[in-house]
């Protein structure tokens, strides 16, 4: 026999998760090249220059697929995300670039799909129809319509059109901007011309809505919004793929699973996916497989919570060469030494040893981001002035957001607070803070004013130009003078992180590539500097919510009920218009 027949690797011994048939049994996986070439008996596949590897009592499981994140919320590049992520099993991803592709347009999305072409793990990109979300609402750098679907979708590692949030609330898109309907359906139409993917974004649909949203995908769509078990379940029953979202500040898998756990539905449709996870959360606590053991945590069988990061994405998107452990798929294996605890000890991708107890073996090569995707603040600073909220009297009743932790949904209600010499003060007292946003494209020049409840803020202010979705500047603090300073020293870094106190700025970090992502430096040191500057929040200022940058970033989500800050003010989600910060 030549050597050609034999193995490069066999892993001998292990215990084989098979996600086609839902069992675990002992057998060995033959790899040739990038390929697996059995699963079963190897022993005759061993030649003299076979490199045989032992992995009796440990677990053999496809690579695992997080599939809809973004890589701007962690604020790294996709090579620091993969350098966190691929060590704990997970091999490929999916990601929106929604984020940069409002704050830069197609040169940014053009930059990252360049970035995804060198990295070892596999990196795909579903591109936004659709910038800025809600048009008439909020401003965006770049307005994505369909006239740039048959540029975007063609770019290297795009796949599809990612979250259709433009068009969730069909009703109102429907009443008030129906030419954005009239243009999804030309980009959703495209997409599906050329066999591409196409998600969707239904929080809360049920009924009519739900069938409008699934029929204007393309008749099969993915939601990663769905926050409750009725929600799942609807869905679930109309077809949808529902991505159970669990990241580092919208949890909403236990919710979800119950659809399976206590109502038996099949949970084939069924997938994980993180949507946003901050540096900190992945080099401490892991990417897919954490998410995997939170699952079995639910009462999910391993074996049936695995297959939620693997078989059933790969199906989904189509993905023919990978998602199971089979002849001619990929050699994309992640071996666990404890499936229920999802510790994972080594992986491969495609047939190469990438990672070893949770180091990375391989050297990943770099990529620089031009300077075309830098300095994306195009404003100048603003005076405290300008974030004046003004009303009569000597008291004032105010619309306030309702921050609710771990969750991208907002409440909303009203509060008196105090006027002094016509300006409407916050009340830190009550946890009544002032929130606004600045556009930061030189567009307009907006700021956006409202107030909100929630963060426990005692001093201080800090602001951020991650903003989801248009990524104008948030700030929320407890005076207007703070607030001031934290905006100021953002537009000086040209985006990024500030936290300032008695009127001086005590912590910050730049963030270069579209004010959203750090490609200055590594995983490790972002995370670490992202905790310095949460503890600075919660020591200095007294904040009560973790991860306070991403539950700040999420409150100008235009798309998600109930209110929201935006650049134009604030907004009532729900009814597509925008209020008064005091009611009148």
Same mark, same amino acid.
């Not at 053009?110 to 609402?137: F, G, I, Q, R, W």
């Not at 919510?545 to 134009?568: C, G, N, Q, R, Y």
């Given at each position: ?18 996600? /086609? ?35 009796? !009592?440990? +677990? ?5 697929? *997080?599939?809809? @994140?973004?890589?701007?919320?962690? @604020? ?62 909020? $401003?965006?750098?770049?307005? &994505?319509?369909?006239?740039? @679907? ?48 196409? *998600? ?5 649909? =049920? ?7 699934? &029929? ?27 991505? @159970? ?114 180091? /990375? ?5 770099? +990529? ?10 195009? %404003? ?9 909220? +003004?009303?009569?009297? %000597? ?14 949904? $907002? ?39 409202? =107030?909100?409840?929630?963060? !426990? ?15 104008? &500047? ?21 985006? !990024? /992180? ?38 600075? &929040? ?5 904040? %009560? ?23 134009? !003010? ?9 209020? $008064?910060?005091?009611?009148?």
């Amino acid at each position: 026999m030549s050597d050609n027949n034999f193995a490069d690797i066999i892993l001998y011994g292990g215990n084989v998760v098979n996600v /086609l048939t839902r069992e675990v049994y002992t057998a060995d996986i033959a790899i040739k090249g990038k390929y697996i070439l059995l699963v079963g008996d190897g022993e005759k596949l061993i030649g003299p220059d076979t490199l045989v590897v032992d992995v009796q !009592g440990k +677990y053999l499981a496809p690579g695992f697929i *997080d599939s809809h @994140m973004h890589f701007e919320s962690s @604020m790294l590049t996709i090579t620091e995300f993969s350098r966190l992520s691929i060590p704990s099993g997970t091999t490929t991803l999916v990601a929106d670039p929604h984020e940069i592709g409002n704050a830069l347009g197609p040169i940014g999305m053009k930059a990252m799909a360049e970035e995804a072409s060198k990295v070892p793990n596999h990196v795909h990109l579903v591109v936004p129809a659709l910038t800025p979300d809600c048009p008439t609402l909020e $401003t965006a750098a770049y307005d &994505i319509t369909s006239k740039d @679907m048959e540029e975007i979708l063609n770019y290297p590692n795009v796949i599809g059109i990612g979250e259709l949030q433009g068009f969730s609330n069909a009703k109102h898109v429907y009443r008030n901007t129906p030419e954005v309907i009239t243009d999804l359906i030309a980009s959703t139409s495209y997409a599906k011309s050329i066999g591409q993917i196409v *998600d969707g974004n239904a929080p809360e649909l =049920f009924g009519n809505e739900l069938a409008a949203h699934i &029929i204007a995908t393309g008749g099969e769509c993915s939601c990663h919004e769905t926050t409750t078990k009725e929600e799942c379940v609807e869905k679930l029953r109309q077809g949808v793929y529902v991505f @159970m979202r669990e990241g580092s500040t919208q949890k909403n898998m236990a919710e979800c699973i119950r659809a399976v756990t206590e109502e038996g539905l099949d949970s084939r449709r069924c997938i994980l996916a993180t949507d946003d996870m901050v540096a900190e959360d992945l080099e401490k606590l892991g990417h897919m497989n954490e998410i995997v053991k939170r699952t079995i945590k639910q009462g999910v069988d391993p074996v049936e919570a695995i297959q939620m990061v693997t078989i059933n994405p790969a199906t989904y998107f189509g993905f023919k060469d990978r998602g199971v452990l089979a002849p001619g798929k990929l050699a994309d294996i992640a071996i666990i030494s404890d499936i229920n605890e999802m510790k994972v000890d080594a992986v491969f991708i495609e047939g190469e040893l990438v990672a070893v107890d949770g180091k /990375l073996l391989i050297n990943l090569p770099q +990529y620089t981001y031009p300077d075309y995707v830098k300095n994306s603040v195009k %404003r100048q600073p603003i005076t405290e002035r300008d974030l004046e909220i +003004y009303a009569d009297g %000597r008291e004032a009743l105010v619309r306030c957001i309702e921050l609710i932790p771990d969750q991208n949904l $907002t409440g909303k209600l009203e509060a008196n607070i105090k006027v002094n010499n016509g300006i409407v003060n916050p009340d830190p007292n009550k946890d009544i803070l002032e929130i606004a946003c600045i556009e930061r494209y030189g567009r307009n020049g907006n700021v956006g004013k409202a =107030f909100i409840k929630g963060f !426990g803020l005692k001093d201080g202010a800090f602001a951020e130009s991650v903003a989801h979705d248009t990524h104008n &500047i948030i700030v929320v603090g407890t005076n207007i003078r703070d607030m001031t300073e934290a905006v100021n020293r953002v537009i000086e870094l040209g985006g !990024g /992180l500030a936290v300032a106190k008695n009127g001086r700025i005590i912590e910050d970090m730049r963030l270069p590539v579209g004010g959203l992502i750090t490609d200055e430096l590594k995983g490790e040191e972002v995370s670490r500097k992202i905790a310095k500057l949460e503890k600075t &929040i919660k020591e200095d200022l007294g904040c %009560r919510v973790h991860a306070p940058f991403m539950h700040l970033s999420f409150v100008s989500l235009s798309t998600s009920p109930e209110w929201k800050i935006t650049d134009k !003010g604030l907004v009532d989600v729900n009814n597509f218009e925008i209020l $008064t910060p005091v009611v009148e």
